[in-house]
């Protein structure tokens, strides 16, 4: 096994353990010129944001629906092949006694993928649909849980934007692991190299983050852009959505470039590395992109 890995505030639109996946190399100097949409998957609620899953070969979009933090119970994880063909549009969509309020970051381990929402994060079998887990976070204070990650054990991380904190799941139980931040956390996600995590800042901060279990938060890089959301590593290299300026980042350890400019306000991105592509959800566009990071 290996680790692979919203938020509407001010007027701005927030991974995954699976079996090893074949990972087709990236030229990163000619990217920029090779880079181009595949394809776009339509008719959804307000997606923010995307994760593929190898297993399966499909990926699994959360729809923001009402948006914010609304418990409407609307929300809805939709299902679609990696040709961008919907397969189930409310493939998940949580219990009567804990349903899906505006979802937002998602991470699979295994066969469960876990979404965080309004109040808390939700466990769905990735075959069935079926919720099989609701961790509440209603004992906290809560702002706004954004997204999430895990470490090589199974223990989840998941970003409260509104209160500056990083929330760690154990064996089921919610605590605080980091609070009272420099930088709003959105995104989240694990550097493959390090096995440290990094933090995307959320508003005007452009210094991004790092820390793990045994170390102590420290600063990882500085990109330019801003109202960062989704961010993941493809091989070496951190790719970042800025709202800022409609963009995605991607920072090779010395200097970041804009790789796309985007059509809207990116969300929390997802990555198929078995072609290289990179799904890409707006929230007020009701769509994700999907882009080629090469040519085959």
Known sequence: MRICLMMLLTGFLISCTANETKTTPVNWETVQDTTDIAFTISGLDGPEAVRYDPEQDVYFISNFTGGGNTQDSTGFITKADA???????????????????????????????????????????????????????????????????????????????????????????????????????????????????????????????????????????????????????????????????????YFDGSASTILIKTTGRPADIGINTNLNHIAVPYIALDRVDVWNLSKQ
Do not use: C
């Not at 961008?84 to 349903?99: C, E, R, S, W």
């Not at 991470?107 to 961790?135: M, P």
């Not at 154990?170 to 930088?183: K, R």
């Not at 993941?232 to 709202?243: I, M, R, T, Y």
């Open 83 to 249: 040709k961008g063909n919907i397969l189930n549009l409310k493939f998940m969509t949580g219990t009567a006694d804990a349903p899906l309020h505006a979802p937002r970051g998602m991470f699979i381990i295994e066969n469960t993928l876990w979404a965080a929402d309004v109040l808390g994060v939700h466990g769905f079998d990735t075959s069935t649909g079926e919720q099989t887990d609701f961790i509440d976070f209603s004992d906290f204070e809560i702002g706004f849980l954004n997204d999430i990650s895990a470490d090589a054990e199974g223990t989840l991380f998941v970003t409260d934007t509104g209160t500056s904190r990083v929330f760690k799941v154990e064996a089921g139980t919610p605590s605080i692991y980091l609070d009272s931040l420099p930088e709003a956390p959105n995104g989240i996600t694990l550097n493959p190299e390090s096995q440290q995590f990094v933090l995307a800042p959320w508003g005007g901060d452009q210094i991004f983050r790092s820390f793990s279990s045994l170390d102590d938060l420290d600063e990882y890089a500085t990109l330019e852009g801003g109202y960062f959301d989704g961010i993941e590593f493809h091989q070496s290299n951190l790719l970042a959505a800025s709202q800022q300026d409609s963009s995605i980042r």
